[in-house]
């Protein structure tokens, strides 16, 4: 079996900036949601209190807001959690509020006016702890990319390096871009994922970087452009295989994983997705337009020092 | 040339050995069981206490299914949770006679149903978390400028006594914030302070400064004391967390320090959130007050004291060792002036002691107290959510000075110790608040493992089926270097005892998936080759050597990734990162030493090799 038979490689070097386009304006949407409609950060963000409680029935969720209207709290979310029978109530952080009791009380006031409820989970988190999970999380990411760059200077030039983390920040922002269009919970697993997928994706790059070098010592005659995209062209069928049986794993979580893991599969499908997309077609050309040339691989031969008379 | 040395077939039997050793015990699913551990230090769990538990199963006529005992519990294994529950209610009953006076926690507990030689091995089942086991999770901040408030404050009183004793004329102390200020005259009496604060103090910094008229002498506590009383708060509180959870009768506690100032408890299996928080938020303090002999060595007066009407002004108590007293209403002393207690013994007799040190306003007032009731009683009591409890009630011998208690007489060594720690522990040393706090239903426990196991396995058999029939031979030999990945990573993270949560779970399936890229490249790379007309035996060679750089590469940026989240991630994020990481350098080996070696077995030694089953390479 063999999906790929590409006899010719693919001119992709000449719609470098149509690739770079699209590119753009994925980004620029991206940031655009971002900054109008923001994340919709989980609790363990921005602090507060989250409850489970499922029924051995589908739960009247108008029934249990008037509940817990009643019993005094009225700044509540409460919404289906997966099923029909599971509900999630959220309930901001207020000050001077008893976390111990919060969870008895709102027990409480379900048994009262929509009695069957089953408690499942209770979070809470206070204001200082979310604070820090934000910043960590940033300083995680900064610590990848800087890592990730100092890497792939070494391993390659600076040129591959600072390409390939452009393009897959790129892919990271796509994401937060669709979790603020959709918002979509972004929650601490999600936060993993999208770490995971930028060091998953930056292996697209390696894996295209690796041949350009490669081609650059055995394709002596070639320009820059069609070393490239021999390099794309004979990297092309493991990269859509290996991207396909990753997005396999997913998928199976995206469909057995229940709601926990379900914005986590998706983080990591849309980076999967865009991974190929970004470390392929963006990050090449970007090497392109930063001048990498055969030189900086393969050692000029040494004129020989002859003697001068 | 595709052919492996002896040594490295050995290396990976060995490897699948080990691998095959440790995954083991997950297999055997885990059996209920009635876990029997000691409350106080004065209890010790042994043989003997194997042998009652035995005993009291055989009396009841309850089946077990063995009786195991390790240093700090016995555990007894059971059938099913019905005999479970009845075995827990009828060793509780038969070990802790007076329900208010528990010597010991039973309580419900999993345990392994692995073989004893595994176990033995350390060869144990994977770690759950609290998401897929159930229970409640709670992380502490402990109020570390509390702790210095309150260290101040007792400095303070500490150099008012001091100054008097030297004969140091001042013009106040008082705490300003984390300082305190003491005021003078003249500089020569601010001198003389100095050199006494200097020596006496050393855990103070002095400086000097001038307010108006006022002379002024600023202390603060060095950065090194401030570490020191940090630490010791921090160390104090847990042991005290512990104490107070062995109330709760949960079968394994987590309680860890977490960061410079946190404190995590998990309690595996509670679902009582309302009553585990009453208990760790519990505060203990200590007091002396004075007996009242006369009246409690009259029996009709204990008599009617005992049904609850006491003499005016006293309280009817219970000495721990059995015997009712009468103790004064009036507080001399409280545990804020005890800083430490220690067991020993006496310089004198060499009886069991407890050295108590009061700090020095203490002194003073336990000084006066003991110099009029020289002859009497006084009780040490802990008072616990307003009900109080005689420690001991010594008789006073002397007057004493100076600070330094000696409780003494009729303790054995281990009641000494027994004494030592609860006068510690009873108290926090500072206060600690709630910030975050998590519980997990056992149902949803349960459906977390079913969800992430799920995930995992049909991710697993997708890639298998889509492998095998796109490469056909070379296909399953990356599938069986896949599931070589899967043993492997289970059987290091049940070696290393790493918490198992269900964002590690999905760490595992992703792995899976993530680490089918290396033989996807090796074998793309192989195809090449061959398409290029190198021979099938150089084509493995090239193949597998050609692409290592690139599996290199490509596994050196997740892991940097991976590491990232491990050092900043907290909670689920670190769990992830763990099997992640892990995943990674199991891959690495899999998928190119496994692989290669069952590729070199398969065809290594064939000599005229004509086609690899690879998949078609034809179309060229």
């Known amino acids: ?309 | 040339m595709n052919r492996y040395p002896l040594w490295k077939y050995l290396l990976i039997a060995f490897a699948l050995a080990l691998g095959l050793l440790y995954t083991l015990p997950n297999f055997f699913g885990e059996a209920p069981a009635v876990q029997v551990s000691s409350v106080k230090a004065t209890v010790k769990v042994d043989a003997r206490l194997l042998a009652r538990v035995e005993e009291i199963l055989k009396a009841e006529s309850i089946v077990h299914q063995g009786l195991f005992a390790d240093q700090n519990s016995v555990r007894a294994r059971f059938g099913d949770t019905e005999t479970q529950i009845k075995a827990k209610d009828a060793v509780e009953r038969a070990l802790n006679a007076d329900p208010d006076n528990a010597a010991y926690v039973v309580a419900l507990n999993l345990i392994s149903r692995s073989p004893a030689w595994l176990t033995s091995l350390h060869a144990l089942p994977m770690y759950l978390g609290l998401d897929l086991r159930g229970g409640v999770h709670f992380l502490l901040q402990v109020d570390m400028k509390g702790a210095l408030t309150k260290r101040l404050d007792a400095t303070a009183a500490d150099l008012r006594s001091l100054m008097r004793d030297k004969g140091v004329r001042h013009g106040g102390i008082a705490r300003e914030r984390d300082q305190l200020a003491i005021r003078f005259r003249d500089a020569e009496m601010r001198n003389k302070a100095r050199a006494a604060i200097e020596s006496a103090q050393p855990d103070l910094l002095l400086t000097e400064l001038q307010d108006g008229a006022d002379l002024k002498l600023a202390a603060t506590l060095k950065p090194e004391a401030q570490k020191r009383i940090q630490e010791f708060a921090l160390k104090q509180n847990i042991t005290t967390l512990h104490n107070r959870i062995n109330e709760l009768g949960v079968a394994e506690p987590v309680i860890q320090q977490q960061g410079a100032d946190r404190i995590v408890v998990q309690l595996p299996g509670v679902q009582d959130t309302a009553k585990a928080k009453d208990i760790l938020g519990r505060t203990a303090t200590l007091e002396v007050r004075l007996v009242d002999d006369e009246n409690s060595q009259n029996p009709t007066v204990m008599e009617e004291a005992a049904k609850g009407s006491p003499p005016a002004g006293t309280e009817y108590y219970v000495e721990r060792s059995g015997g009712p007293l009468l103790v004064k209403k009036q507080v001399v002393l409280t545990g804020d002036r005890l800083t430490d207690a220690q067991p020993g013994f006496d310089n004198q007799t060499h009886e069991p002691a407890v050295h108590l040190t009061l700090d020095s306003a203490g002194a003073r007032i336990f000084k006066d107290v003991t110099r009029e009731n020289v002859g009497k009683r006084m009780a040490i009591l802990l008072i616990e959510k307003g009900k109080g409890e005689v420690v001991t009630a010594p008789v006073i011998r002397t007057e004493i000075g100076g600070g330094r208690v000696q409780i003494s007489g009729r303790m054995s060594t281990v009641e000494a110790n027994d004494v030592a720690l609860l006068l510690r522990a009873g108290s926090l040393a500072a206060p600690m608040e709630i910030v975050e706090e998590r519980t997990i239903g056992p149902s949803l426990g349960a459906e977390n493992i079913e969800r992430g196991f799920n995930s995992t396995l049909y991710g697993f058999l997708a890639i298998a089926v889509f492998m095998a029939i796109y490469y056909l031979i070379f296909g399953l030999i990356s599938v069986v270097a896949l599931s070589t990945n899967l043993l492997l990573l289970i059987a290091l993270l049940s070696m290393l005892q790493a918490t198992l949560t269900l964002p590690g779970i999905a760490a595992i399936a992703l792995t899976l998936g993530m680490a089918i890229d290396a033989n996807v490249l090796i074998n793309e790379r192989i195809r090449e080759e061959l398409r290029n007309g190198v021979t099938p035996q150089a084509a493995i060679a090239a193949g597998y050597e050609r692409a290592f750089g690139t599996i290199l590469d490509s596994n050196v940026t997740s892991l940097i990734a991976g590491l990232a989240l491990l050092v900043f991630g907290s909670g689920p994020v670190r769990g992830f990162a763990v099997v992640h990481c892990l995943g990674i350098l199991t891959s690495m080996f899999s998928s190119v030493v496994v692989s290669r070696g069952i590729v070199n077995l398969v065809y290594g030694s064939r000599r005229k090799l004509a086609k690899l089953s690879i998949g078609n390479v034809a179309w060229k």
């Open chain 1, 1 to 309: 079996m063999e999906f790929f038979k590409i006899r010719k490689d693919i001119p992709f070097m000449r719609h470098a900036l149509v690739f770079n386009v699209i590119s753009l304006i994925t980004f620029i949407a991206a940031v655009f949601f971002l900054a109008t409609r923001g994340l919709h950060f989980s609790v363990e963000f921005t602090g507060g209190t989250l409850i489970e409680v499922s029924y051995a029935q589908a739960a009247d969720t108008q029934k249990i807001r008037d509940a817990l209207a009643r019993a005094g709290y009225t700044d509540t979310q409460v919404a289906n959690f997966g099923s029909s029978r599971d509900v999630l109530i959220r309930m901001p952080l207020k000050p001077g509020q008893d976390s111990a009791a919060l969870g008895a009380a709102v027990m409480d006031a379900l048994d009262r006016d929509a009695p069957g409820a089953q408690l499942k989970r209770v979070e809470f988190v206070g204001p200082q702890v979310g604070k820090e999970l934000a910043e960590n999380g940033a300083i995680a990411l900064l610590l990848v990319v800087f890592g990730i760059i100092v890497y792939l200077a070494l391993r390659f030039e600076w040129r591959f390096a600072v390409s390939a983390i452009i393009a897959n920040l790129h892919d990271v922002v796509i994401i937060l871009g669709f979790f603020a269009f959709f918002q979509w919970e972004f929650s601490l697993p999600v936060l993993a994922a999208v770490l995971a997928v930028l060091g998953y994706s930056v292996n697209e790059s390696v894996v295209v970087f690796d041949r350009v070098r490669e081609n650059f010592r055995k394709m002596r005659k070639a320009t820059v452009p069609q070393v490239i995209d021999n390099a794309i062209t004979s990297t092309i069928s493991r990269t859509i295989i290996t991207h396909g049986s990753t997005q396999l794993a997913v998928l199976s979580m995206l469909v057995f994983g229940g709601e926990v893991l379900h914005y986590f599969a998706m983080a990591l499908t849309i980076g999967i997705l865009f991974g190929i997309y970004s470390s392929v077609l963006v990050a090449s050309p970007l090497v392109m337009w930063l001048g990498v040339s055969r030189e900086q691989f393969v050692k000029p031969q040494k004129p020989k020092e002859e003697a001068v008379v």
